[in-house]
Each structure stands twice: as C-alpha cells, then as structure tokens.
C-alpha cells in the first residue's frame, strides 16, 4: 500500500532531542506502514497444520534483511522446534552499553475469517486504524524497532564505528504465539550472547489506552494442559445405549464446571486465587468496552478487574474435541478432549498450579471414565525492577515521545516466558516491557489493528531512550 503520514508537530518547549529525532521518525512514517502491510501480508502462523512453515521462513528472512540493511549483522537461526528466531548483534562503541530489542515475527491463526472486515492478511486503513493479523502483535512492534533504528542511523555509514550510540543485539523470534518455548531452549544452549546486553527491551506489552504510554511491570506465567476423556470403544446410538451408556462429553463438561465458582472465581484445590493488585486498576466500564462484553455479561470474579486479569490465576477452555453442531449425529461419543490455558499470577510456582491441576481433573473425572493430560512447557511469571536507572530514562523518552503524557506502569495479564529466561541468564540486565497494542487493538481475536501513531510514538521514545542511555542527550 502507498501510505501517506502527517505526525503532529512537537509542542513549545520539547527538549531538543524530541524535536530533531521526532521529525526524522515522522518522515519514516509512511515506509513503515508500507513495509508494515508487506509483512503482514506473509501468514506466518508456525503451525504446519495451518500454513505452509515456508510462509514463517519468508517472514524471517524479511526481518532479517530489513535489519542488515540498516548493519545488524542478522542471521536465521534454528530452534529447538524447527522454527528460525532471527538473532543480531552489532558490538557497542567502546564504553557503551548494549540493548537487547526483542520482538516476534509469528502470529495467531485468524479464527473465523467471515468475522474479519477485511481480507486478515491485507494491511487495510479504516478510521484511522491499520486492521490486520499481526499489525499490532507483533508487526507493529518489528517495523517500531526498524523505525527508531533508521532515525538513529539518519543516513550514516551501516559499518561506520559510531553509527549508533549504543550495542544492538536483535532477537525475533518465530513461534512466540504457539508457546513451546523454544526460543528460551535456544537462548538456554546459547547464553553468551544474551549475557552481553545491558538493557533488554521486550516489545511485545503495549499501552494501557491508546496515547497512555505504558510499561508493563509484570507477567503471568501460563502452562497448556490437554485433558483427555474416553468411555467407549466406540460411538453408539443415543437412542438405543443413550440414558445408560457412558457419556464422555457430559462427564468433560461436568469436570470443566468445577474450575470456577458462581462469581466465576477458580476453584482449583492447591491453586490460590485471593490476590489483590496495588498498581495500576482498569477501570470496569473501560474494560467492560475494551472487552467487548455484552449488555448483560457478568464480568467475572470477585476481585477488581485487575485483580483478576492480572494477580490471580485463572483456567480458560481454548478448545473442545467433540463433533461441532453441524454434521452432529444422534450418537454417544466415544471420547472428548479440551485444550486448557492456566496462567499463573506473578510470586506463584507453574509447575505446582500445572501439577494441582491435572490432580483435581482426574479427580473430578465422573463415572469412571478414563482420563489422560499432556502438559506443555511452563511459563514463569515475572515482576520488572522499576527502580532501575534504565527504567526511569524509558519512562521520560515515552513521556517526551507522546509529548508530556506520562508514562505510567501497569500489570499485564499476558505471558512472554521468555523474559523470565533471560532474566535467569542475565540477572544484572534490566528487563523493560512495552509495545505498539493499546486497548482497540484486539490482538488475538479477529480484526486486529494498531494505530499508526503508537507505532511513531513508541518508535521516538525507543530511539530517544537509547541515544539518552548512551549520554547523548
């Protein structure tokens, strides 16, 4: 797409840096968005199930030749579940420090695509809005890096000693959205490099509202668990062996009903779901609007709203194995599956919550059927230092970027387990969160977008961060 882009001039008074950098970011603008609808037009899904893996390898090499062209020497590098991650390093000027610029080039299958407004896969601009899978989580976040880099860079030399004021390690990695953990595997068998960086930025958070600049300071963990149930060698009439027989769908909705009270609380034996969050609150009538909720839905839990989306855990059915309604048969079912998301609160062990929960499953299992779990790989919960020196210059250069809105910090219900892998490896680095997404931007659902401006904002305030972290302000 040709895009055309009109930032808004830096208000009287704006520091220098904010000034300079700000208009070298704004007439970036445009080839952001069009590079933008390029890579959202590969559908890099990393599920072969769905979509040709070539498709997640022709988005790695695009990150990667993107991210050469302006001298991060990147190279596609294999993980332990056949997905490339694209992995640069370009060494400090001598005294500097190094950043670590996370980001992922995957993205979630696009669910029903009838519910799409337009094409998933086609960058499309409606009210302002770029609407697209991947725009926001994690395009958005890729061409943000690319952006604030080019601004930096501002034509000099790619091999020139000083192009930029700082050490640049990239990482983006290509199964982020499936969960198998298989960059933390990589990063595990490969911990030099990620030992190097001083700072790490992970872009994969976002903003609280849009225009509201936001760190995130914490992390819910999360672990799958696939329940299986079985009652029958094989499928029988329901009017015949129905009413004695076995019924393996009704005993998995009957288990699946214990996970929450009334109020929709979990009520997992072992699993501890009182915790209160003193930090940021969103707001019930902003959450209610920004989740879409129906007049009349109960939202769920006893606590706050960040309470429960951020400090407690919670059990969320993503999947049922079971014939759907069209093309349904007069028949028992021999068997039934669900596909369990539990996240984990920060300060609470996954491994304890998985195991918690798989007893209490085959423990609520009725009428004798026959249970079998599968757990995936755990994700850890983290907490950010927001006392760090690191912390504090990234919350003014995002004030300074989205031009005197402060900052502020927030919890995240979300999960990126990666981050608590790094900080094992590299505990002195300091770990910052943020991203393009704000609250309209309905990452993981259909109709996904992201504002071009949090792409420019979040773009100034990285750049400005690190010319600022190297002493250039």
Known sequence: MTSEY????????APADRIEIGNRIADLMPRAIDELAELVAIPSIADERIVDPAECVRAAEWVREAFRAEGIPAELELTPDGTYAVIGHRPAPEGA?????????????????????????ELTERD?????????????????????????RNGAPTDG???YPVGLILVAEGSEEQGRASLDQYAIANPELFKKADVIL????????????????SLRGAVDVVVRVEALEASVHSGMFGGAATDPIAALISMLATLRDERGNTTVPGIRADQVWQGLQYEEAAYRADAGLLEGSQRLGSGTVSDQIV?????????????????????????????????????????????????????????????????GELGYPFMSDTTSPSFKLLEQALTDAYDGVGAVSAGMGGSIPLTTTLAGINPTADIVLLGVPDS??????TNESVHPEEIRRIALGEALFLQRLAGGN
């Open 311 to 375: 400090a407690r855990p919670v059990v969320t059915v993503l999947g049922i194995d079971a014939p759907p309604v069209v093309g349904a048969v007069a028949a028992v079912q021999a068997k039934a599956a669900a596909k369990l998301n539990l996240r984990v609160p920060p300060g609470e062990d996954p491994a304890q919550m998985r195991d918690a929960l798989i007893a209490h499953l085959h423990a609520v299992a009725p009428w004798g059927v026959k249970v079998e779990t599968e757990a």
């Open 97 to 121: 420090p190094t950043v670590l610029l996370y980001c992922h080039y995957d993205v979630q299958p696009i669910l029903d695509e009838h519910e799409w407004l337009s094409p998933p896969f």
């Open 6 to 13: 009109s930032a808004p001039a830096a208000p009287a008074g």
């Open 128 to 152: 302002g809005r770029l609407y697209g899978r991947g725009s926001a989580d994690c395009k958005g976040n890729v061409l943000a890096h690319l952006t604030a880099l080019r601004a930096l």
């Open 161 to 163: 000693a000083d192009t």
């Open 440 to 445: 309209e931007s309905r990452i993981h659902s």
């Open 202 to 217: 992970i872009q994969d958070a976002g903003n609280a509202a849009f225009g509201l600049p936001t760190l995130s300071v």
